[in-house]
C-alpha cells in the first residue's frame, strides 16, 4: 500500500523523534551513569548521540528507496513477503511490550510519588483514555498532541535550574577523573536511552517534505542529547558522586528541591508535568504497534480493535500486578531487544539490497 497523504510536518517530525526517546530512562539515567562509570560518564551521552544520529540516517537513506509505502510495503520491498512480514509482526510485538512497560511504569511513579493510596487497576483506565483517543486519532493527532506539550517539556527543565543553588561544581571536577576507559564502558548504556530511533522507518512516509528528513533526524537527536546532558550534569552538581549512586530516579527526587514562596509541592505539579512528557512515549509506541498490526493483517484500526486491546492489557495488570521490580526486569528485556532491532534492522536491510541488487544486475545481464 502507497501512503499518498503525508500529515506531519518537519517540526512534528523532529518531535516525534525526540518524544519517543525521552520518556522513563531519563528518570534514571544519571544514577545508572554514575554507578557504571563516575560522574564522567555524562561525556558518554554525547558519544551515544553520535551513534544514534548516524543509525537514524541510515534509516532516512533505506526509506527513500521507497518513500510512499507504508510500513509492511516497505519491508516487503527488501525482504520478500514472508520474511517481511514476520519482521514487522516481530517489531509489532516489541513496540506494543515497549509501551505497556513505560505505561505501567507511569503508574507506577504516580503511585510512589501522589497517589500511594490509589489502586494500579484505577490509574491504568484513567491513563487509558487519552491514550485511546489519541491512538483513535492516528499519527497526525499524535503529532499534534507532541507539539503541544513540547513547550512543557521545555519548562519542566527550565524549572531544574532553579535547583542550581545548590550546586557543587567540585562534584564533577575534573571532568575526566579516572580515563577514558569508563566513559567508553557506559556508552551501551547510553545507547539504550535513545531507543525509539527505529520509529524513523514508520514516521517517515507520513512526513511532508521528505527531503528534508535527515536534518530532521539531527535535530531530533541533537534535541536528545542536550536533554538528557543538561539533565545528567544538573544531577551530578546537585549530589555528590556517593550520594548520586545510592538515589534511583534523581530526576524525581530533584523536584522536591524546587520552591517557591507562594507555591507548595511544587514538586506534585513538576511532576505531573513530567507524566505528560513521559506520555507520548507510550501513545506513540502503542499506536506503531496497532499500525504494523493493522496493515500485515489488513484490518481497520476501529474502535473496538483498540477496546479490545486495552480490555486484554487492563486483565494482564491484574493477573501480574506490576512492582518496581518485575518492571525492572521487563525493561531490561525491552532494552536487549531494542538495540537488536536498532542495530540489527539496517544490516539486515542493506544485505538484502545488496543481494536484491546483485540478482537484478545478473537478470539484465
Keep these: 500500500m502507497i501512503i499518498t497523504k503525508s500529515k506531519i510536518t518537519?517540526?512534528?517530525?523532529?518531535?516525534?523523534?525526540?518524544?519517543?526517546?525521552?520518556?522513563?530512562?531519563m528518570l534514571s539515567l544519571p544514577s545508572e551513569l554514575a554507578l557504571k562509570g563516575g560522574t564522567s560518564s555524562w561525556i558518554a551521552i554525547l558519544f551515544g548521540g553520535i551513534i544514534s544520529t548516524v543509525i537514524s540516517i541510515i534509516f532516512v537513506k533505506l526509506r527513500e528507496k521507497a518513500p510512499n509505502l507504508n510500513y509492511i510495503g516497505f519491508f516487503t520491498f527488501y525482504l520478500g513477503k514472508i520474511f517481511g512480514s514476520i519482521v514487522v509482526l516481530l517489531q509489532a510485538i516489541?513496540?506494543?511490550?515497549?509501551?505497556?512497560?513505560?505505561?505501567?511504569?507511569?503508574?507506577?511513579?504516580?503511585?510512589?510519588y501522589v497517589l500511594q493510596e490509589t489502586k494500579s487497576s484505577i490509574l491504568l483506565l484513567l491513563f487509558l483514555f487519552p491514550t485511546y483517543q489519541l491512538i483513535r486519532g492516528g499519527v497526525h493527532l499524535i503529532a499534534k498532541y507532541i507539539e503541544a506539550i513540547f513547550p512543557i517539556a521545555v519548562f519542566t527543565l527550565f524549572m531544574l535550574l532553579f535547583t542550581l543553588k545548590d550546586a557543587?561544581?567540585?562534584?564533577?571536577?575534573?571532568?575526566?577523573?579516572?580515563?577514558?576507559?569508563?566513559?567508553?564502558?557506559?556508552?551501551?548504556l547510553t545507547t539504550t536511552s535513545f531507543l525509539g530511533i527505529e520509529l524513523t522507518?514508520?514516521?517517515?512516509?507520513?512526513?511532508?517534505?521528505k527531503e528534508k528528513a535527515i536534518k530532521g533526524v539531527i535535530i531530533g537527536n541533537a534535541l536528545t542529547t542536550f536533554t538528557y546532558v543538561f539533565v545528567t550534569m544538573i544531577c551530578f552538581v546537585i549530589y555528590s558522586?556517593?550520594?548520586?549512586?545510592?538515589?534511583?530516579?534523581?530526576?524525581?527526587?530533584?523536584?522536591?528541591?524546587?520552591?517557591?514562596?507562594?507555591?507548595?509541592?511544587?514538586?506534585?505539579?513538576?511532576?505531573?508535568?513530567?507524566?505528560?512528557?513521559?506520555?507520548?512515549?507510550?501513545?506513540?509506541?502503542i499506536w506503531a504497534s496497532m499500525n504494523g498490526l493493522s496493515e500485515l493483517f489488513k484490518f481497520r484500526l476501529s474502535p473496538i480493535i483498540i477496546i479490545i486491546l486495552f480490555i486484554i492489557i487492563t486483565i494482564l495488570t491484574f493477573i501480574q500486578v506490576p512492582t518496581f521490580t518485575n518492571t525492572a526486569n521487563h525493561l531490561h528485556i525491552v532494552m536487549i531487544s531494542g538495540l537488536s532491532i536498532t542495530i540489527g534492522i539496517p544490516i539486515l536491510l542493506l544485505v538484502s539490497g545488496l543481494i536484491k541488487n546483485r540478482l537484478s544486475k545478473v537478470k539484465i545481464n
Design 10 to 25: 518537519q517540526f512534528q517530525f523532529v518531535l516525534m523523534i525526540f518524544g519517543i526517546q525521552v520518556g522513563i530512562g
Design 94 to 112: 516489541y513496540f506494543l511490550y515497549a509501551g505497556y512497560l513505560v505505561l505501567v511504569r507511569a503508574i507506577l511513579y504516580t503511585q510512589g
Design 168 to 188: 557543587d561544581l567540585n562534584f564533577i571536577l575534573p571532568i575526566v577523573k579516572n580515563g577514558w576507559m569508563p566513559i567508553f564502558k557506559t556508552i551501551p
Design 201 to 209: 522507518l514508520v514516521f517517515y512516509p507520513y512526513l511532508k517534505s
Design 241 to 285: 558522586p556517593y550520594e548520586i549512586k545510592k538515589i534511583y530516579e534523581p530526576v524525581i527526587d530533584i523536584l522536591s528541591v524546587v520552591e517557591f514562596q507562594y507555591v507548595e509541592r511544587l514538586d506534585f505539579i513538576l511532576f505531573s508535568l513530567f507524566l505528560m512528557i513521559i506520555s507520548k512515549t507510550w501513545v506513540t509506541y
